[in-house]
């Protein structure tokens, strides 16, 4: 009985991602790229003409938020960096520390900062946490704000007994400082997404109803709620964010984080389909600024990953609309058929030849939405001829179409260091480097690309792409939501909103274990997966394969099949962490 306790308890420290940390840094080892990257490494000026390079130089407060979330992104779950985590004696040589790389961030900036923490310790709760400890304690609120939003990022994915998330973060909930309190409910958003767990909620619910919190508050607590509840139709969640909807007034509707209150509600029902026809009903008595965008959205999150097809007509016929009032329901539409058509391959394909048509005959505010859309369609996954598209839209006259187009490119290859993207990346920078804004984009792209030196994706889809993990794509589509007005969100002060990709990332690796959980490297094959579908007898799964000993990195559309009899694995699907045990007919040939 005790050895099945012990072999339960090991089972459900890998189910609960407890390993993923140690097995991550494996591979990492392996592979050789545990030495870590600063900024300058990835933007490689030096290897542009000299225009570009002499704007880099500046120290403003905007680039320095740039190098803190490539730096993040970077350096994902290495738990060491160039700028946040630099032993004192080293940092002194370099002529800085921790601290001193914080303060180079304006305000705001420095929440980013400390949460950037969070993201390098990623999935290493307890040394996460100790590093973080000693910004709780900070007089400036900004820098506790991103402490506890570290608190969520180190936590994500990872469930532990302890419940160390909640008891640091329930406190910060009241606090009076608004920035404090988006850091804890984005913080609880993260750390507990798809927990449904009910102290989360017994903490939020009374933020919504508050009729003196802040509209930005409100946002944050609807997502947090969303992400929590994501894909449970819980009915008292709904309503209270119906409720909070139904409270602003038109000038708080009007504003762009107000769109966040439907978002959060359409997560409740991620993939549900019918079910959230009730709540469409309701939405339809809500202000009319409103209305059309909240139908949109809670309809492209029910029916997401579905490939209805009618579901993807609605949506086209919605964008066919030619608009006279500033409405901003067609953002929504567009990416709700990116949503709904991303299930398989020949609907993406599909939905990719509509989006450029919608190109070249849609309204402005859906061009702006299109790069988006495709960007999602092929999240981790950098086809040629989309990124030739988005190439084409990152030099458009509409500077929000070129932002999107370029952060899009980052979303395509993120963590595949894809040398063509980086390319193009590079030379945007100097043919932006005097556009603020836009250099912003092009460096956030640019630590996407290269995000986990290459070792991650963020691709929601697992197990050869037959299951949706609904808190992975909960998190790019509020990334996404919040690119549909860039100059409000991540060009303004909640940038912080890119730390929902965290949700999406996991490494693409495959690991191979024996029965007591320790490494073990066999050789396996690598190749392009094959559909073999209803073929007769025992049809070759993959095709162009190289033979490698795990473990192995798998880029997307591989699939990998062990190469040896010696063992069997008790998992049909090769990827993540799988179990081998012996083969006791296996004999070995003299």
């Given amino acids: 009985m005790i050895k099945e306790d012990e072999e339960r308890e090991a089972m459900q420290e890998l189910i609960n991602n407890a390993k993923l940390s140690e097995g991550y840094l494996t591979l990492a080892r392996d592979i050789e790229v545990m030495e870590p990257k600063s900024p300058e490494d990835i933007y490689k000026a030096h290897l542009l003409d000299g225009r570009g390079s002499g704007g880099g ?90 402490a506890l939003l570290g608190v969520g990022i180190v936590n994500c994915n990872v469930q532990n007994e302890c419940d160390p998330a909640l008891a640091l973060l329930a406190e910060y909930i009241d606090k009076e400082d608004t920035s404090t309190k988006i850091g804890a409910i984005m913080g609880l958003g993260l750390a507990y997404a798809g927990s449904k767990d009910v102290q989360v909620r017994s903490l939020l619910m009374p933020l919504l109803g508050d009729g003196k919190s802040p509209l930005d508050v409100i946002a944050f607590t609807a997502i947090s709620l969303g992400l929590v509840y994501v894909g449970s139709c819980d009915e008292e969640v709904a309503q209270a964010i119906i409720y909070a909807l139904m409270d602003r007034n038109e000038s708080e509707l009007a504003d762009p984080l107000a769109r966040f209150l439907p978002l959060g509600l359409g997560l409740l029902y991620l993939g549900k389909q019918e079910s ?66 991303m299930a398989e391959e020949l609907g993406s394909e599909m939905a990719i030849r509509s989006l450029e048509h919608l190109l070249q005959y849609g309204e402005q505010n859906i061009r702006r939405t299109v790069p988006l859309a495709l960007g999602l369609l092929c999240i981790s996954n950098p086809k040629v001829n989309v990124m030739d598209t988005l190439s084409r839209l990152s030099h458009d006259a509409d500077s929000e179409v070129a932002m999107a187009a370029i952060i899009s490119l980052g979303l395509i290859g993120a963590g595949t260091n894809n040398a063509r993207i980086a390319g193009m990346l590079r030379n945007l920078s100097s043919y932006y480097y005097k556009d603020a804004s836009l250099l912003f984009c092009v460096r956030i792209a640019q630590g996407l690309v290269h995000m986990g030196k290459g070792l991650l994706t963020l691709s929601p889809y697992h197990s050869e792409r037959s299951l949706l993990s609904p808190t992975s794509l909960a998190g790019l589509v509020i990334m996404l939501h919040a690119c549909l007005d860039m100059k409000a969100t991540i060009l303004g002060k909640y940038h912080y909103v890119l730390y929902f990709l965290t949700l999406a990332m996991q490494p693409r690796m495959l690991m191979t274990v024996d029965e007591n959980l320790k490494p073990l490297s066999v050789p396996v094959r690598v190749g392009q997966a094959v559909d073999v579908v209803g073929q007769a007898g025992r049809p070759k799964t993959i095709t162009g394969f190289q033979t490698h000993s795990t473990p192995v990195l798998l880029a997307a559309g591989d699939r990998a099949e062990l190469a040896t009899e010696k063992y069997i694995p008790l998992s049909p699907i090769l990827e993540g962490f799988v179990i081998l045990k012996e083969n006791p007919d296996y004999k070995e040939d003299n």
């Avoid at 970077?74 to 940092?91: C, H, I, R, W, Y």
């Avoid at 202000?287 to 009618?310: F, Q």
């Avoid at 901003?328 to 709904?340: C, E, K, T």
């Fill in 57 to 146: 130089t500046v120290d403003s407060a905007r680039q320095n938020l740039a190098a803190t979330f490539v730096n993040a992104f970077v350096n994902a779950g290495f738990g060491q960096d160039k700028l946040m985590t630099v032993p004192s004696e080293a940092a002194a040589s370099s002529g800085g520390s921790s601290t001193s790389w914080l303060f180079k961030n304006k305000e705001h900036g420095k929440a980013s900062a400390a949460a950037s923490l969070g993201m390098i310790r990623l999935w290493d709760v307890d040394s996460g946490l100790a590093q973080l400890d000693k910004y709780f304690h900070s007089t400036d609120p900004h820098v506790t704000a991103g």
């Fill in 276 to 341: 959230v026809e009730a709540t469409a009903e309701v939405s339809k008595t809500f202000n009319e600024k409103i209305r059309k965008h909240c139908d949109m959205t809670l309809l492209s999150c029910a029916y997401a990953g579905t490939g209805n097809v009618l579901k993807v007509q609605h949506f086209l016929g919605q964008c066919a609309e030619h608009l006279e009032k500033g409405e901003s329901y067609q953002g929504p539409a567009v990416l709700g058929i990116a949503m709904v058509a």
